[in-house]
């Protein structure tokens, strides 16, 4: 099987960047990626360990719940979730992170690297606060580079074609699937303690 193992193989494969593509990209984030953010529901949170090991969580709250404090730092709340913390954790180890944000109805995306920190001063916290819950700690993000994504891939999956939505009951819901993986509980045991955390776990 034919495999590419050097920068040198992997440029011959696929020709020169164009120009374009290497000119969007900007040290910093400009009027366009600031409102971009500012529309953004959701993100994925990309972060490595020293060892290499990867990560990618998914973060979401109401439009524009990423504080952009200035032109290359951005701050991130973490809400309440499982504890599991593994950004975090990776940060720590290795401070490199990549995020990309998505607007619903908009097939662009923006693609934002850098290296983050771990904040928990309560007045830099206040301020994110959701339905009068503080964040425990947030992500400092120092902007390294920031550009616009085509919009190929989302056209490609017509990720926001409401035709394309799937039936829920086309696929077993979380309560089951833990109850299904871990054997820690029943599935009932396990529907109403997702449904709880839906509804009061939020913030």
Not at 23 to 38: G, N, S
Not at 40 to 64: I, K, M, Q, T
Not at 140 to 148: G, P, Q
Not at 180 to 189: L, N, Y
Request: aromatic content about 6%; overall charge neutral; glycine content about 6%.
């Amino acid at each position: 099987m034919d495999s590419i193992h050097d920068q040198q193989a992997l440029r011959a494969h696929y020709g020169p960047i164009s120009t374009l593509a290497v000119r969007k990209v900007l040290p910093r984030l400009d009027e366009h990626c600031r409102r971009f953010i500012a529309l953004s529901p959701f993100l994925v949170l990309a972060s490595g360990d020293a060892d290499g090991n990867l990560d990618a969580s998914p973060r979401g709250d109401a439009p524009g719940f990423v504080a952009v404090l200035d032109d290359t730092t951005l701050l991130l709340p973490d809400r309440r979730g499982n504890n599991r913390v593994d950004s975090f954790g990776n940060v720590l180890a290795a401070a490199g992170v990549g995020l990309i944000f998505f607007v619903p109805g908009i097939d662009e995306t923006l693609r934002v690297n850098g290296t983050a920190a771990i904040v928990t001063d309560p007045a830099v916290l206040e301020p994110l606060a959701v339905q009068g819950r503080v964040p425990a700690a947030a992500l400092r993000i120092t902007v390294r580079e920031a550009f616009f994504h085509c919009a190929k891939a989302l056209i490609r999956s017509q990720l926001w074609n409401p035709e394309r939505r799937v039936e829920r009951s086309r696929f077993p819901s979380l309560g089951r699937i833990i109850a299904d993986q871990t054997r820690a509980m029943s599935v009932e045991e396990a529907e109403r303690s997702t449904e709880e955390g839906y509804r009061t776990r939020l913030y």
